[in-house]
């Protein structure tokens, strides 16, 4: 690893320390239902908005009303995506006369919008009119994101609840994490990110000259509301951009800087949802504890695929690439990068993107080293909780939490507790379902594509790499990241139905568990600490909870691994 990506790499962890604090406090007066410091004068608004949501949404409800809620919530988001989808050729504003999206292609986008994933198996300049693009798209991106705070708010309820029967409420949840949190944080960023370059406009797509000044020639510009979308794309962990080749294109992330903040915007809010825990559970330091272990699983991750990205490639090598330098490729692999960014930002966006459950890319991984395009694969099956979605990193994680507590409980023979809370049967059968739903949908789908004809039809290359490139697509699917090994082609029927399926199992059939754990902690009193109480706010747990988190991780996918990218690297070097 480079001084360049070391330094990269620790200004980055230092500066979202420093924004990450201060948001922390405030999403705490934001999951409770007082007046939000500084947006006083958003409270007509929620008024208004809980209003015409009708009486459910002043109402206490217990876990399976909420469950309730938000699948009909975003089952209701996941019609309304396909339907604007299908009719966009007969709907405004779209000035290029793009027609409908067709059924399967509907289908998958709309089921990977609302569950926060944004695999995106078409070319978005080429195929979503403005319309799609501002109303569903970018509105599910709100949504979505604004369900993984509303479960991280009903999660932490749980823990610190005494006896009670209600975790909160969904729909003033969402209208809170919406109104007070995405929406001004979007709006500010959105101003960034005008102001670095990023377009925002309403304009036809403009043919111009090439810079070449070939006689007769042109080329036609995409245009568009892009910083809007590209700015809730980000800090809701959404990733699905505007252009096709998402934050490697120069109208979503035309500088240096503005790639630092898109990477500071992706781990902001699970970050500062860390702090927001340990405020809510009455005890700091449970949530400098999470984001530690969360931190350390990232600092491993970002540090392997920056050394494997610095590798230079045998097969380039033996081309003669960069012999004039005097040495083998010495700025690494550079294939697929961003010569804007090169090395150093890419490797650490790749880390910052895959860590959490986003999936914005500003450099093709199918072009990663092997061991490189591991690293991205191995941070999404870890479950998604290096940092994670907004709001589903923080309950991944405290699932995982309660996992160790177990385990540290059965080794020296003590009733696990967390926070005050005893584990019981219930809640390790529900995080049993947690932990196991995910890698069962990934493992199950890659099976099923790699035997089937419909599955290799979609192959652009053989053998381990074209493994790695199925293995990833339902890993990313599954997770809920959206990323991809771009070489294989999943705009297809199978392709779109199978991944669709796995994103929306992967989203709520992890969510309702979390919800049940939820409700059976808040119904419980909270015992207090004894000397035999194992701490879990020390380093000891800390490195527990990252081990535990690794070795389910190892235990699921090293078979699968072996088969892709480990075969694919020891090929490429036994040349």
């Known amino acids: 690893m480079t001084t360049q990506s070391m330094l990269l790499l620790a200004a980055f962890l230092l500066v979202l320390l420093a924004l990450a604090w201060p948001l922390g406090l405030f999403l705490a007066h934001v999951a409770g239902r007082g007046t939000v410091p500084g947006l006083?004068?958003?409270?007509?608004?929620?008024?208004?908005?809980?209003?015409?949501?009708?009486?459910?949404?002043?109402?206490?409800q217990g876990w399976r009303g909420y469950a309730v809620a938000l699948l009909l919530f975003n089952g209701a988001g996941a019609l309304f995506t396909y339907a604007v989808q299908r009719l966009q050729g007969v709907l405004p504003l779209n000035p290029q006369a793009l027609p409908g999206v067709s059924p399967d292609?509907?289908?998958?986008?709309?089921?990977?919008?609302?569950?926060?994933?944004?695999?995106?198996?078409?070319?978005?300049?080429?195929?979503?009119?403005?319309?799609?693009?501002?109303?569903?798209?970018?509105?599910?991106?709100?949504?979505?994101?604004?369900?993984?705070?509303?479960?991280?708010?009903?999660?932490?309820?749980?823990?610190?609840?005494?006896?009670?029967?209600?975790i909160g409420n969904f729909w003033a949840d969402l209208t809170r994490s919406t109104l007070y949190v995405l929406l001004p944080l979007s709006l500010l960023f959105s101003l960034f990110l005008v102001s670095q370059g990023v377009i925002q406009n309403l304009d036809a797509y403009r043919a111009v000259a090439p810079v070449d000044g070939g006689a007769g020639a042109s080329q036609l510009l995409a245009m568009g509301p892009v910083a809007s979308q590209e700015a809730i794309k980000l800090l809701g962990t959404n990733g699905g951009g505007f252009f096709n080749a998402n934050s490697a294109h120069p109208f979503?992330?035309?500088?240096?800087?503005?790639?630092?903040?898109?990477?500071?915007?992706?781990?902001?809010?699970?970050?500062?949802?860390?702090?927001?825990?340990?405020?809510?559970?009455?005890?700091?330091?449970?949530?400098?504890?999470?984001?530690?272990?969360?931190?350390?699983?990232?600092?491993?991750g970002a540090v392997a695929v920056a050394a494997f990205e610095q590798q230079?490639?045998?097969?380039?090598?033996?081309?003669?690439?960069?012999?004039?330098?005097?040495?083998?490729?010495?700025?690494?692999?550079?294939?697929?990068?961003?010569?804007?960014?090169?090395?150093?930002?890419?490797?650490?966006?790749?880390?910052?993107?895959?860590?959490?459950?986003?999936?914005?890319?500003?450099?093709?991984?199918?072009?990663?080293?092997?061991?490189?395009?591991?690293?991205?694969?191995?941070?999404?099956?870890?479950?998604?909780?290096?940092?994670?979605?907004?709001?589903?990193?923080?309950?991944?994680m405290l699932v995982f939490a309660m996992l160790a507590v177990f385990v540290a409980g059965l080794m020296i023979g003590r009733t696990p507790e967390y926070l005050g809370k005893k584990i019981g049967a219930f809640e390790m059968k529900m995080a049993a379902i947690v932990i196991l739903a995910v890698p069962v949908l990934v493992l199950a789908g890659t099976a099923v594509?790699?035997?089937?004809?419909?599955?290799?039809?979609?192959?652009?290359?053989?053998?381990?790499?074209?493994?790695?490139?199925?293995?990833?697509?339902?890993?990313?699917?599954?997770?809920?990241?959206?990323?991809?090994?771009?070489?294989?082609?999943?705009?297809?029927?199978?392709?779109?139905?199978?991944?669709?399926?796995?994103?929306?199992?992967?989203?709520?059939?992890?969510?309702?568990?979390?919800?049940?754990?939820a409700g059976s902690l808040a119904g419980k009193g909270r015992l207090g600490a004894t000397a035999g109480t194992l701490p879990t706010h020390g380093p000891m747990f800390v490195f527990l909870l990252a081990a535990i988190v690794v070795l389910v991780g190892v235990l699921n996918y090293v078979p699968a691994l072996a088969l892709g990218p480990v075969a694919e690297h020891l090929q490429l070097f036994a040349r």
């Open 40 to 60: 006083a004068w958003l409270a007509p608004a929620e008024r208004l908005l809980v209003r015409a949501a009708g009486p459910a949404a002043t109402e206490d």
């Open 105 to 166: 292609s509907s289908f998958n986008t709309a089921v990977s919008f609302v569950a926060n994933t944004n695999w995106q198996g078409y070319a978005g300049e080429q195929t979503m009119s403005y319309l799609t693009q501002m109303l569903v798209l970018a509105g599910q991106n709100f949504f979505s994101a604004a369900t993984g705070i509303a479960v991280a708010f009903a999660l932490m309820r749980g823990f610190s609840g005494r006896s009670a029967a209600s």
């Open 252 to 300: 979503e992330n035309p500088t240096a800087l503005a790639n630092f903040a898109q990477m500071l915007a992706i781990f902001l809010i699970p970050a500062a949802l860390c702090l927001t825990f340990g405020r809510v559970v009455g005890d700091r330091r449970q949530g400098w504890a999470v984001l530690g272990a969360m931190t350390l699983l990232f600092v491993l």
């Open 312 to 396: 230079a490639n045998p097969v380039l090598g033996a081309l003669g690439v960069d012999q004039a330098a005097g040495a083998l490729q010495a700025g690494g692999n550079m294939e697929g990068k961003e010569v804007r960014f090169g090395v150093a930002a890419s490797s650490l966006f790749a880390a910052v993107t895959t860590a959490a459950s986003c999936g914005a890319v500003n450099a093709m991984h199918d072009s990663f080293m092997p061991l490189g395009g591991m690293v991205p694969l191995v941070l999404m099956q870890l479950g998604e909780v290096v940092f994670g979605g907004v709001g589903s990193g923080l309950y991944g």
């Open 449 to 517: 594509a790699v035997v089937t004809d419909l599955g290799k039809a979609g192959l652009a290359n053989p053998g381990a790499h074209g493994f790695s490139e199925v293995l990833y697509a339902f890993t990313s699917a599954a997770n809920n990241n959206g990323s991809a090994f771009a070489g294989l082609s999943a705009n297809t029927p199978f392709y779109n139905t199978l991944l669709a399926i796995a994103m929306w199992f992967g989203r709520f059939a992890v969510i309702v568990p979390v919800l049940a754990i």
